[in-house]
């Protein structure tokens, strides 16, 4: 079994009395790793898997949720199916994608991180999360009632033009 499906079980099939314990250990172990990565500024995040997770001290399992949730936000995502504890990982992190995508995953407790503040501006995170709400904004268009004038420009009422 790859370390991709070893995470998969177990983030799918825990037990309701796990839950919440597996859940508060791993948001543990995402605000460590991520709060070093944006501490450090550096737009590049490279070892073996092996040798990362041991840096951070958590379990494959949790590392590979870790590459899982960070693999939207990356400029060459990973193929996560294929990684053992031996492969090379190198990930050049979008940060104002990484962002956005904590607001999509409603993960309060990443980007809310004091660290942030090094890497952009309370401007361009205000901006990042005007743009999230936009993504988020449905705009019905407006349906022609039947006594409107036809939009293909007849001149005639809807009901007795296009809307027959």
């Not at 791993?26 to 790793?33: D, F, G, Q, V």
């Not at 590459?67 to 294929?82: I, Y």
């Not at 022609?144 to 033009?161: L, T």
Request: proline share 2%.
């Amino acid at each position: 079994m790859s370390l991709y499906d070893k995470w998969i079980e177990l983030s799918e099939n825990i037990s309701e009395k796990e839950f919440e314990k597996f859940w508060d250990e791993y948001s543990s172990a995402e605000i460590k790793i991520y709060s070093d990565i944006l501490a450090s500024s550096s737009r590049e995040f490279a070892g073996t898997f092996s040798e990362l997770a041991t840096k951070y001290d958590v379990s494959d399992a949790l590392f590979m949720g870790f590459l899982d949730g960070v693999n939207t936000s990356v400029k060459e995502p990973l193929e996560l199916e294929k990684i053992e504890a031996d492969s090379a990982i190198a990930l050049s992190i979008d940060f104002e994608e990484l962002y956005f995508n904590m607001l999509a995953s409603e993960a309060e407790h990443l980007y809310s991180l004091d660290e942030w503040d090094l890497l952009l501006s309370h401007e361009k995170r205000e901006e990042i999360t005007k743009d999230y709400k936009k993504s988020r904004t449905v705009i019905k268009e407006k349906v022609p009632g039947r006594n409107d004038p036809c939009s293909c420009g007849s001149g005639k009422k809807y009901k007795k033009c296009c809307g027959n």
